[in-house]
């Protein structure tokens, strides 16, 4: 894994985006939500509109989506995905692509899902979050590492972390989604993981330098032979081994 320590991730985290879609135009580019990706996304945004990165041909996979959600509801990740991102960019909506919250049956669509990845080849570069119960997507403690895109329930953290989109109230945060799983993820030909800020300290340092655990699935990208994880000041804090 290489470690990046810098103030400026979010930017840097977008221009290693662009540079890969500079290298190849057709990039399937998996993607993720949340608080983090927000600056990335809007770094991105800049350079498009700046004429540095052009999305046209670029095909992409989403990490999750919440179980019940279409893309009319505000706190869907459909929708914010094309709120922060797709709609301000040159991206073909239909090489767009998030599991169907709204679908009659989660678990077919999990599998469709599953599937759809594999038809396009692969993902060649998946950004990645950390959310505070050590998940990458949505694989909550405990997540197999070895499983893949499924319907899972959310932690109470996760529904807490994420309350936001839902008016603040944890208990309006779906209780379901449909995540990539921890092996789905790792097949991608690259990772690059961002997390920002004091918050992400604890479970950035259990993530890279603890045990490889069902229980903190982020710590699969260890294993990962080409993974980039680039950290603020902050939420490095906790990394006894920094190199940046
Ligand atoms: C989002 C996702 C999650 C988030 C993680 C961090 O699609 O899969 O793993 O990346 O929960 O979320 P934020 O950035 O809001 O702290």
């Keep these: 894994m290489e470690i990046v320590v810098d103030d400026r991730a979010p930017q840097r985290?977008?221009?290693?985006?662009?540079?890969?879609?500079?290298?190849?135009?057709?990039?399937?580019?998996?993607?993720?939500?949340?608080?983090?990706?927000?600056?990335?996304?809007?770094?991105?945004?800049?350079?498009?509109?700046?004429?540095?990165?052009?999305?046209?041909?670029?095909?992409?996979?989403?990490?999750?989506?919440?179980?019940?959600?279409?893309?009319?509801?505000?706190?869907?990740?459909?929708?914010?995905?094309?709120?922060?991102?797709?709609?301000?960019?040159?991206?073909?909506?239909?090489?767009?692509?998030?599991?169907?919250?709204?679908?009659a049956d989660a678990d077919t669509e999990a599998d469709r899902f599953e599937h759809l990845i594999s038809r396009l080849g692969g993902i060649d570069l998946q950004l990645l979050g950390i959310g505070r119960s050590g998940h990458i997507g949505f694989n909550e403690?405990?997540?197999?590492?070895?499983?893949?895109?499924?319907?899972?329930?959310?932690?109470?953290?996760?529904?807490?972390?994420?309350?936001?989109?839902?008016?603040?109230?944890?208990?309006?945060?779906?209780?379901?989604?449909?995540?990539?799983?921890?092996?789905?993820?790792?097949d991608s030909r690259e990772l690059l993981v961002v997390a920002t800020g004091a918050a992400k300290a604890d479970v950035v340092a259990a993530a890279v330098e603890g045990p490889v655990t069902t229980m903190v699935s982020a710590s699969a990208v260890q294993g990962h032979p080409r993974c980039l994880l680039i950290v603020d000041e902050a939420a490095a804090r906790g990394l006894n081994r920094r190199r940046s």
Excluded: C, K, W
């Design 141 to 186: 403690p405990p997540s197999a590492l070895h499983s893949r895109t499924r319907v899972v329930t959310l932690t109470p953290t996760t529904r807490r972390q994420n309350a936001a989109a839902f008016g603040g109230d944890p208990a309006r945060v779906p209780e379901r989604a449909i995540t990539m799983g921890v092996a789905t993820i790792m």
């Design 13 to 103: 985290a977008a221009e290693v985006i662009a540079l890969r879609v500079l290298r190849n135009p057709r990039l399937i580019l998996g993607l993720a939500t949340g608080r983090t990706m927000q600056p990335v996304y809007a770094e991105l945004i800049t350079l498009f509109i700046r004429g540095e990165v052009s999305f046209r041909d670029v095909r992409t996979v989403n990490l999750d989506e919440y179980v019940g959600l279409g893309v009319e509801h505000a706190g869907s990740f459909a929708r914010e995905m094309s709120e922060r991102f797709f709609r301000h960019v040159d991206i073909d909506p239909a090489n767009t692509h998030l599991p169907n919250g709204a679908a």
